[in-house]
């Protein structure tokens, strides 16, 4: 059985129990599939959406993650709606995290991708998207959350390393922008350095 808490000293409270995260909402998607090797779990992306786009606290990611978005919601959802995408994670603008996909499991938010020379990043990497838009800052509990999420996912999955955490820009370039200008690494990497 995995389980993996933090050692008594970090200052936050999330374990990892089978792959999922305890004590934060689960949701279920079909968006998803086996990894070719669960014990392959080496990067970390971090992605934004916001659905409509730059318009938050709505139940649209949640929908379109489990593909149940409406396409009469919104006139972009008529072009998105059929498409098959989640993440392991998302962390909303209040910093509530919500799992839709274990670990262990292929999520699908990547899409063509590569990692030094590596193609195919959903099969070894964690996804998690924070509700937002390249050009919106972060807010101070989504950064608090990602820090939490990170820190407990380099403990249980140790090959993901500060190196190997990154943005949807970096492996797919020219394709994707997100997290965006707005995401600020340096804070995200000293409070990781802190933890």
Known sequence: MLSSPLPNEFPYAFTI??????????????????????????????????????????????????????????????????????????????????????????????????????????DYAIGVELEGADHIPYTNQQYTALLKLSQILMHTYPKITLGRIVGHNDIAPGRKTDPGVAFDWQRFRQGLGLL
């Open 17 to 122: 129990n089978q792959h999922e995260l305890l004590d934060v909402r689960q949701l279920t998607t079909t968006h998803k599939d086996q990894r070719p090797d669960p014990r392959d779990i080496s990067l970390l992306v971090i992605h934004n959406i916001s659905l409509p786009p730059n318009q938050f606290d709505t139940p649209y990611i949640e929908d379109f993650f489990a593909g149940k978005l409406d396409p009469k919601a919104h006139p972009y959802f008529q072009v998105i709606h059929e498409m098959r995408v989640s993440a392991h994670c998302v962390i909303k603008r209040d910093g509530e995290l919500i799992q839709f996909v274990p670990f262990d499991e292929r999520a699908w938010h990547a899409g063509l991708s590569s990692f030094q020379g590596r193609q195919r990043c959903n």
